[in-house]
Nanobody, 127 residues
Framework: QVQVVQSGGGLVQPGGSLRLSCTAS????????VGWFRQAPGKEREGVSC????????KYVDSVKARFTVSRDPAKNTVYLQMNNLKPEDTAIYYC????????????????????WGQGTQVTVTV
């Protein structure tokens, strides 16, 4: 059974850092783009970042540029989202997603582009 599994997250003060991890069981993340989304209470799911598999091209939503970094470690079959200088407005449940097939990130933030989603992990930024 193919699954996407997340780890990381937690509670941090403004200005702090967290790293989220996304790995897969039953398949490899190496050949496909991996997207990161987040959903805050009462808000729609928002695209945050994406990393392609063809050349590791990355993209970010404007609100996290220069603060978040997405990367992959093929040896560990894992994609990371390093989040620095966190702000209270970053508080949300974060999800990684992939379809294990498409190597490129979509032009727009499309949740329906992905078939497999992690279980979600809570990130809370508060004083």
């Amino acid at each position: 059974q193919v699954q996407v599994v997340q780890s990381g997250g937690g509670l941090v003060q403004p200005g702090g850092s967290l790293r989220l991890s996304c790995t897969a069981s039953g398949s490899t993340l190496d050949k496909a783009a991996v997207g990161w989304f987040r959903q805050a209470p009462g808000k729609e799911r928002e695209g945050v970042s994406c990393i392609s598999s063809s050349d590791d091209t990355t993209k970010y939503v404007d609100s996290v540029k220069a603060r978040f970094t997405v990367s992959r470690d093929p040896a560990k079959n894992t994609v990371y989202l390093q989040m620095n200088n966190l702000k209270p407005e970053d508080t949300a449940i974060y999800y990684c997603a992939t379809d294990f097939l498409s190597p490129l990130c979509p032009m727009t933030w499309r949740p329906d582009y992905y078939d497999y989603w992690g279980q979600g992990t809570q990130v809370t930024v508060t004083v």
